[in-house]
């Protein structure tokens, strides 16, 4: 595959999760010398039969970026999906930059847990959940029907991921920070990614956090209807032939955001039991100081860990 080296997005964030990486790519957007993709997450680069791609995904792809210093986008199956690195290895002629913002892992699983709850694609209880695949490495081939993915406990294990990207792209093309430091201390930490960058820094940030663990009134509702629209379900395919294209983008685009936003409460997930949070503890520590090992940080915010 032949790509355009100057159109190509040359910035990446790449995850973890349910760590903050939807706020951290409006954040960054404010730059004026950065465009995010209007798309957040493309996921060109993990695509199934990526070397077939498409001239015209191609082109649609490359389309979600402005003519910028820095073009981003921030997938976040990029972090674990292993065909990431080779995909991108095998186009780039120089390595592009990475900020990869990880949160403690106790927390992102529970939020992710809860995120999947609330809208409908999980059923077992929270222990139970985490075990089921505890030992799955997350791949494409796992998307659930509503394109989702589980694999729970696998998504926190950051140590080994980190230090695939420090062996393909250079530690200086990598840049971390923490969803807790991005919460409690935006500007700086968002400024510290623009000097990453070489890039002057700004004064303020106007965005908001996004993408925020809701609660469904009707959690089953939203989830048989976003599998109607993705054409995931027995009635939905069996109906796709008497319904142009036009018809089913419309179905896709509009009716699951829509029944999603009349559903959605301001209701808070249950907090984490300390039992359950010292059962996570004990199944994290040692990836957790493999990758305060991997990369020199003590993350003193997860204070589980330290």
């Known amino acids: 595959m032949t790509l355009n080296q100057s159109k190509l997005p ?55 970026f402005g003519k910028t210093t820095f073009r981003g986008e921030s997938s ?47 059923k077992l209880p929270f222990r139970e959940a985490v075990l089921q695949d505890k030992n799955v490495y997350p791949d494409q081939s796992l998307q659930l029907a509503e394109q989702f993915y589980k694999t729970y406990f696998q998504f926190g294990l950051y140590a080994e991921r980190i230090q695939a990207f420090y062996n393909a792209f250079g530690k200086e093309n990598i840049h971390i920070i923490t969803s807790e430091n991005l919460k409690n201390n935006t500007l700086e930490a968002v400024n510290s990614c623009f000097l990453f960058l070489g890039l002057n820094t700004l004064n303020d940030i106007t965005s908001k956090n996004t993408n ?18 993705l054409n995931s379900s027995a009635p939905k395919r069996l109906l796709k032939p008497f319904f142009p294209a036009s018809v089913r983008k419309k179905i896709n685009e509009g009716i699951h955001p829509a029944v999603y936003k009349l559903t959605a409460t301001s209701k808070a997930y249950p907090e984490m039991t300390l039992e359950d949070r010292e059962w996570l503890k004990k199944l994290y520590e040692k990836n957790v100081s493999e990758l305060k090992k991997t990369t020199g940080f003590s993350f003193e915010e997860w204070t589980d860990f330290n």
Not at 39 to 50: G, L, M, R, S, Y
Not at 103 to 111: T, V
Not at 220 to 228: A, E, G, H, L, P
């Open 10 to 64: 040359n910035l990446f964030i790449p995850g973890a999760g349910k760590s903050g990486t939807s706020s951290l790519h409006n954040f960054l957007n404010e730059h004026p010398e950065i465009s995010m993709s209007t798309i957040k997450e493309p996921h060109f680069w993990t695509t199934q039969n990526f070397e077939i791609t498409t001239e015209e995904s191609i082109g649609d792809y490359l389309n979600l």
């Open 76 to 122: 976040t199956g990029y972090l674990f999906f292993k065909n990431f690195i080779p995909n991108i290895k095998s186009v780039y002629k120089e390595n592009p930059k990475f900020i990869i913002v990880l949160r403690n892992p106790i927390d992102r699983i529970y939020s992710q847990y809860w995120w999947l709850k609330g809208l409908g694609s999980e």
């Open 212 to 229: 925020t663990t809701t609660q469904l009134k009707f959690p089953w509702i939203y989830n048989n209807v976003k599998k109607i629209a």
